[in-house]
């Protein structure tokens, strides 16, 4: 299992060496640092947990520095689970991962939070038409239409029923991506194809 996390910065375009345009997805993944390796005699499952990015000293909970120690300030903290069909072996305390685990070609998987699009109608959230434009339809154009019944008794709505409501911000996660080329110079990792979320989104990239 390879894993690191990412900062996604913004989409562009490359081209491959048949000369065909390639829509990528830049994504800065700088060294991830680990924090705490868990094993399952001590915590009943292996899994590693991992700091990314940085932030000042001020704006982090002590408790959260005590756990850090000396190996930086983070701004992100994530814990991955090892697959236990894998012979991937976990790091020690304050080893780093960088995209060098990762080849041009591999499939990973890319989890992140995607845009937050606030309070939206039936149409925009869920698709709906709509009612007609004509007929005599007035003031009605982009409500959701009748919500009742819920079956024999009724007079309730049932659970599930498409409403308006907050849509976006939700946790995406996009499979079967392709990495399409690696920067190690800059930490850079370009990714074929759109990744969920605004830029400055934190990403979780798995091999």
């Known amino acids: 299992m390879k894993f690191i996390l990412g900062e996604k910065i913004e989409m562009s375009q490359i081209f491959d060496k048949d000369g065909n345009v390639v829509p990528v997805t830049l994504v800065r993944a700088t060294p991830n640092v680990v924090l705490r390796v868990k094993t399952k005699e001590k915590d009943g499952y292996e899994a590693m947990q991992v700091g990314f990015g940085i932030r000042k000293a001020k704006n982090i909970k002590k408790s959260q520095l005590g756990h850090f120690k000396d190996l930086g300030n983070f701004r992100y903290v994530r814990e991955f689970r090892k697959l236990p069909a894998t012979s991937y072996q976990l790091p020690a305390r304050g080893e780093k991962i960088d995209i060098s685990i990762f080849q041009e070609g591999d499939s990973v998987k890319v989890s992140g939070i995607s845009k937050g699009k606030g309070f939206q109608g039936v149409m925009k959230r869920h698709g709906f038409h709509g009612a007609p434009a004509s007929h005599g339809t007035k003031h009605a154009h982009r409500e959701p239409g009748s919500i009742g019944g819920a079956g ?37 990792l370009a990714i074929k194809g759109a990744i969920p979320g605004r830029r400055g989104t934190l990403l979780e990239i798995r091999g």
Do not use: F, Q, Y
């Open 152 to 188: 024999r008794a009724g007079g309730r709505v049932a659970k599930g029923m498409r409403m308006a409501g907050r849509m976006g911000s939700d946790r995406v996660t996009v499979r079967n991506l392709k990495i399409a080329k690696i920067d190690l110079e800059n930490n850079m």
